[in-house]
């Protein structure tokens, strides 16, 4: 759904439907009540304010090489599309991206912020959004 109350269809990778199957999605997940502590993991794993959005954005847009694809399925205009995510990412780190999959164990399995693996790459991939921003 929009800002303005449009239907807005997306695609969910296999990776994001991976980490949905392990870890459904909760009113808890969706808005965590306990921010701080959501804040001590972004903290931890260097993951910036819409850090993660962000970088599936531009691995989207290295993916597929359209950013008129990339509007459709996160909503922005082509403009500030070209300006923030477009050759922000090579084709070659989109990949790796779209290749980081949940851990699937015990010790995890009750929280996808316990899946320590998962967000340590996690973490490298947004760190070379960040450092692509900032440069």
Known sequence: MTKDSRVR???????????????????????????????????RFKIPHDGLRH?????????TGSIAEATQEFGNSEGAANDHYLDLMTKAEAEEFYA????????NA?????????LRKLERTVALQVEAVDA
């Open 9 to 43: 269809r997306t695609t969910v990778p296999s990776n994001l439907a991976a980490c949905l199957r392990k870890h459904p999605l909760t009113v808890e997940r969706l808005n965590p009540a306990n921010n701080y502590r959501y804040g001590q993991i972004r903290a």
């Open 55 to 63: 970088t599936c954005y531009s691995a989207f847009v290295a993916k």
């Open 100 to 107: 980081i999959m949940p851990t699937l164990n015990a010790a």
């Open 110 to 118: 009750r929280s996808p912020l316990a899946d320590l693996a998962f």
